[in-house]
């Protein structure tokens, strides 16, 4: 059956919905459940921008999205200036596996891109 003011392909099969999948068995069990990821290593990377020397590292690590399986992972990349490396000033998210790749070209882009990291002042008193 074709959509109203469609008309059929030919070879071409209607798909039905059958609705949720689920196991063809008693004894047949779902897959398990996506595990925690291992931690990715620990690495800073040195870049120039804006004339001067900043540092950016993964700084945690996510997943986005519904359900248990197909979620997106993300990662939190930090950035700092050299001389403040304990003071990171912008964040951005970048997709899990792809920092250890960027160049530098591209680590000035995301650093570009970054929500600048927001500290609260603390009143004396």
Do not use: C
């Amino acid at each position: 059956m074709s959509e109203p003011g469609r008309p059929e392909q030919p070879g071409q099969q209607q798909i039905q919905d059958r609705g949720p999948v689920h196991p063809s068995s008693p004894n047949e069990q779902p897959p398990d459940p996506p595990r925690e990821l291992e931690p990715e290593p620990i690495e800073t990377r040195q870049f120039t921008a804006q004339d001067r020397q900043w540092l950016a590292w993964v700084s945690g690590k996510s997943v986005a999205g519904s359900g248990g399986y197909g979620l997106a992972m993300m990662v939190a990349v930090h950035f700092a200036l050299e001389d403040e490396p304990d003071r990171p000033t912008h964040e951005a998210l970048l997709p899990r596996g792809q920092f250890a790749g960027l160049f530098d070209d591209e680590l000035r882009t995301l650093l570009g891109r970054a929500t600048p990291i927001v500290i609260p002042r603390t009143e004396p008193g």
